[in-house]
């Protein structure tokens, strides 16, 4: 298996269960991952960055070849559209689990992609390639603005920018050229008419190498970030049966147009008329994969094996039909608040509930270290149900139940969304979350619970406190014999207060009384009455910080130490970095005046960029860092005063 995370790890129970032996190559920061404990066999790819390991074909090889084994998936990302690869494979005797190096190469430029595909009848935005003397000016205004520029190798929103004027347009594209290099090894960018808001539609194909290639109907993939999808679904509320005949009859002349074989999507945008566009063919298997295996039936991954060993496609493929709904989510660490800033640390806890109808394809389990190597999406959550309503009810259900600590994550956006009203009724885009800031700030949170939690956490410290006293260990949690000041912990962002008095329990939280009633209080688990409504919460303490998760949701409580540490405080005007990761550049010398928001040092981490800016008008009185450091998380990378 040539990846790594949840779609190794998916991979590797279907080829199980196929009575297929599997191994695992793996990164040292991935050496205690799940899917390597699942493979049959594994090998160390000595170091940390792709560069250095998933994205080295010749280690791949190696480690087949020392371990006997005859083919290879490559999953997606990584090697996945890597038309040499593919050709490399097949010199060592391998089996590609995956198109022909033909059919990746056709497509692994998007610019030729879409020169064949309009060949072959389907339909396609204008666009222009971006080379060394090009008048940047003249190819964007012949297009038509707004413009994207565009990596021509490689795809999931890296090396991708919108450009809507043309004074944007020239560092757009030295943006995206850096990050595509950094992404995928080639720089290569161009420009393509940029469709407002359109759904981001898709059609997953499957060819074997008899010369069939059929459709499975297609996906809608319209919420992004990033360019990124975060909800997936299958079949698309905006797809009848006639567009979904004509999707499907576009996407199979796409995948005959370069013989494809195995499995494979072909992505679309579609305007509010209901027009669509190519926008490009993925010659893997997709992330979002389990929404039509869910309302198919099908094993994509159990196909795929079974059409690399020659087979052709079985009745179950030719005759598919669609039953139900299906949605999946991406569980990504990353601060949305932010700007979807990833994070990284230690999942100290990772529990979904398997409710019916739910599957998760995870790539982590407890103690589980999410890192800055690698994208930093940690499981995908799908549901089926028999309508689009049912399916996307469970599945709120199943996130608002899980249990994520040490890493904050994405989870609240998710379920805000599988609720909101446009969601539900089907009105979908990819300016959705820009409409939708409330989603991404977090201000659609109740807060009218968070002191129930808060309380919780300070109850649950106390009765752990308790069940290790080693004196008067019987006493009720919290017990006077004299009557006297209230017990007090704090949290970030809240002061709790309480007093187990003969007359009844008191709390308040930052100096607002609650009417509560304690039913039970141990250290991991608090049954509380609050204002007439009982809740159970379920807590977890780990160092400075307790987790605690309830029917009102959930929340991170990093204890207030009573004495700070001087040390800890950051000057005035610092740039603290929001994350850890690479510095790329530093945009700024020691004496130089700079105005609030000017970039001042750009980090680079899971292969996004990310700028920092003068927090003020001022002068730059530090620098801490200089290109090429790696830097943690809130560590200071120059003063302003």
Same mark, same amino acid.
């Given at each position: 298996?040539?990846?790594?995370?949840?779609?190794?790890?998916?991979?590797?129970?279907?080829?199980?269960?196929?009575?297929?032996?599997? +191994?695992?190559?793996?990164?040292?920061?991935?050496?205690?991952?799940?899917?390597?404990?699942? !493979?049959?066999?594994?090998?160390?790819?000595?170091?940390?960055?792709?560069?250095?390991?998933?994205?080295?074909?010749?280690?791949?090889?190696?480690?087949?070849?020392?371990?006997?084994?005859?083919?290879?998936?490559?999953?997606?990302?990584?090697?996945?559209?890597?038309?040499?690869?593919?050709?490399?494979?097949?010199?060592?005797?391998?089996?590609?689990?995956?198109?022909?190096?033909?059919?990746?190469?056709?497509?692994?430029?998007?610019?030729?992609?879409?020169?064949?595909?309009?060949?072959?009848?389907?339909?396609?935005?204008?666009?222009?390639?971006?080379?060394?003397?090009?008048?940047?000016?003249?190819?964007?205004?012949?297009?038509?603005?707004? +413009?994207?520029?565009?990596? !021509?190798?490689?795809?999931?929103?890296?090396?991708?920018?919108?450009?809507?004027?043309?004074?944007?347009?020239?560092?757009?594209?030295?943006?995206?050229?850096?990050?595509?290099? %950094? $992404?995928?090894?080639?720089?290569?960018?161009?420009?393509?008419?940029?469709?407002?808001?359109?759904?981001?539609?898709?059609?997953?194909?499957?060819?074997?190498?008899?010369?069939?290639?059929?459709?499975?109907?297609?996906?809608?993939?319209?919420?992004?970030?990033?360019?990124?999808?975060?909800?997936?679904? /299958?079949?698309?509320?905006? *797809?009848?049966?006639?567009?979904? !005949?004509?999707?499907?009859?576009?996407?199979?002349?796409?995948?005959?147009?370069?013989?494809?074989?195995?499995?494979?999507?072909?992505?679309?945008?579609?305007?509010?008329?209901?027009?669509?566009?190519?926008?490009?063919?993925?010659?893997?298997?997709?992330?979002?994969?389990?929404?039509?295996?869910?309302?198919?039936?099908?094993?994509?991954? $159990?196909?795929?094996?079974?059409?690399?060993?020659?087979?052709?496609?079985? $009745?179950?493929?030719?005759?598919?039909?669609?039953?139900?709904? !299906?949605?999946? +989510?991406?569980?990504?660490?990353?601060?949305?608040?932010?700007?979807?800033?990833?994070?990284?640390?230690?999942?100290?806890?990772?529990?979904?509930?398997?409710?019916?109808?739910?599957?998760?394809?995870?790539?982590?389990?407890?103690?589980?270290?999410?890192?800055?190597?690698?994208?930093?999406?940690?499981?995908?959550?799908? /549901?089926?149900?028999?309508? @689009? /309503?049912?399916?996307?009810?469970?599945? $709120? @259900?199943?996130?608002?139940?899980?249990?994520?600590?040490?890493?904050?994550?994405?989870?609240?956006?998710?379920?805000?969304?599988?609720?909101?009203?446009?969601?539900?009724?089907?009105?979908?885009?990819?300016?959705?979350?820009?409409?939708?800031?409330?989603?991404?700030?977090?201000?659609?949170?109740?807060?009218?619970?968070?002191?129930?939690?808060?309380?919780?956490?300070?109850?649950?410290?106390?009765?752990?406190?308790?069940?290790?006293?080693? *004196?008067?260990?019987?006493?009720?949690?919290?017990?006077?014999?004299?009557?006297?000041?209230?017990?007090?912990? %704090?949290?970030?962002?809240?002061?709790? %207060?309480?007093?187990?008095?003969?007359?009844?329990?008191?709390? %308040?939280?930052?100096?607002?009384?609650?009417?509560?009633?304690?039913?039970?209080?141990?250290?991991?688990?608090?049954?509380?009455?609050?204002?007439?409504?009982?809740?159970?919460?379920?807590?977890?303490?780990?160092?400075?910080?307790?987790?605690?998760?309830?029917?009102?949701?959930?929340?991170?409580? *990093?204890?207030?130490?009573?004495?700070?540490?001087?040390?800890?405080?950051?000057?005035?005007?610092?740039?603290?970095?929001?994350?850890?990761?690479?510095?790329?550049?530093?945009?700024?010398?020691?004496?130089?005046?700079?105005?609030?928001?000017?970039?001042?040092?750009?980090?680079?981490?899971?292969?996004?960029?990310?700028?920092?800016?003068?927090?003020?008008?001022?002068?730059?009185?530090?620098?801490?860092?200089?290109?090429?450091?790696? +830097?943690?998380?809130?560590?200071?990378?120059?003063?302003?005063?």
């Amino acid at each position: 298996m040539a990846n790594r995370g949840e779609i190794a790890a998916r991979v590797m129970r279907t080829a199980h269960d196929l009575g297929i032996g599997t +191994v695992a190559v793996y990164s040292d920061p991935d050496a205690d991952a799940p899917f390597v404990r699942l !493979a049959d066999e594994a090998v160390r790819l000595p170091g940390a960055a792709p560069s250095e390991t998933y994205l080295r074909g010749d280690l791949v090889i190696a480690a087949a070849r020392a371990t006997g084994a005859d083919a290879v998936h490559p999953g997606y990302g990584f090697l996945s559209e890597n038309a040499g690869f593919a050709r490399d494979c097949a010199a060592a005797g391998l089996t590609f689990v995956g198109p022909t190096p033909e059919a990746i190469a056709s497509m692994g430029s998007k610019l030729e992609a879409k020169a064949l595909m309009e060949s072959a009848g389907v339909p396609v935005l204008p666009g222009a390639t971006v080379g060394p003397k090009s008048d940047l000016g003249a190819l964007a205004a012949e297009i038509g603005y707004p +413009v994207l520029v565009k990596a !021509a190798f490689g795809g999931g929103g890296r090396g991708m920018r919108v450009v809507h004027t043309p004074a944007e347009l020239g560092a757009a594209v030295d943006g995206a050229r850096r990050e595509a290099a %950094s $992404a995928f090894g080639d720089g290569t960018v161009f420009l393509e008419r940029f469709v407002v808001d359109p759904r981001h539609v898709e059609v997953q194909i499957l060819g074997d190498t008899h010369g069939e290639v059929v459709s499975l109907f297609e996906r809608e993939c319209s919420i992004q970030r990033r360019y990124q999808k975060i909800v997936e679904e /299958a079949p698309s509320p905006a *797809v009848d049966p006639a567009l979904r !005949a004509e999707l499907g009859a576009a996407a199979v002349a796409a995948g005959k147009a370069i013989g494809y074989t195995g499995a494979g999507t072909v992505e679309f945008v579609m305007d509010q008329r209901g027009e669509f566009f190519f926008l490009e063919v993925n010659t893997r298997l997709q992330v979002e994969h389990p929404v039509t295996e869910l309302v198919t039936g099908l094993d994509l991954v $159990a196909l795929q094996l079974r059409v690399a060993e020659g087979e052709p496609l079985p $009745a179950s493929v030719t005759r598919a039909a669609l039953d139900g709904h !299906a949605i999946e +989510v991406r569980l990504y660490a990353e601060d949305v608040p932010a700007g979807f800033l990833p994070a990284t640390g230690t999942l100290h806890r990772v529990r979904i509930p398997e409710l019916p109808g739910v599957r998760v394809d995870s790539g982590v389990a407890d103690g589980s270290v999410v890192g800055p190597h690698y994208d930093p999406m940690l499981a995908k959550v799908i /549901a089926q149900g028999r309508t @689009r /309503a049912e399916a996307a009810r469970t599945l $709120a @259900r199943a996130l608002q139940q899980a249990q994520l600590h040490g890493v904050t994550t994405n989870r609240d956006l998710l379920v805000a969304i599988l609720r909101e009203e446009e969601f539900l009724a089907g009105r979908t885009d990819t300016g959705y979350l820009t409409r939708h800031a409330e989603l991404v700030s977090g201000k659609w949170c109740s807060g009218t619970t968070s002191h129930a939690r808060a309380l919780a956490a300070a109850l649950a410290a106390q009765a752990a406190d308790r069940a290790s006293a080693r *004196v008067l260990g019987g006493l009720p949690s919290g017990w006077r014999n004299v009557g006297g000041l209230p017990q007090r912990r %704090s949290y970030e962002g809240f002061d709790v %207060s309480y007093a187990f008095r003969r007359d009844g329990f008191t709390a %308040s939280v930052n100096g607002e009384p609650l009417e509560v009633r304690v039913l039970a209080a141990s250290a991991t688990d608090v049954d509380l009455e609050v204002g007439g409504v009982r809740r159970h919460y379920a807590v977890h303490a780990v160092a400075d910080t307790t987790f605690v998760d309830g029917p009102d949701g959930s929340v991170a409580l *990093v204890e207030v130490p009573r004495f700070a540490d001087p040390d800890a405080v950051a000057h005035a005007g610092s740039l603290l970095a929001p994350m850890p990761g690479g510095v790329v550049r530093v945009l700024a010398a020691e004496g130089d005046a700079v105005t609030a928001g000017q970039p001042l040092v750009v980090l680079e981490a899971m292969k996004m960029e990310h700028t920092v800016t003068a927090p003020v008008d001022g002068t730059v009185a530090e620098v801490r860092v200089a290109q090429g450091d790696q +830097v943690e998380t809130r560590q200071v990378l120059a003063v302003v005063e």
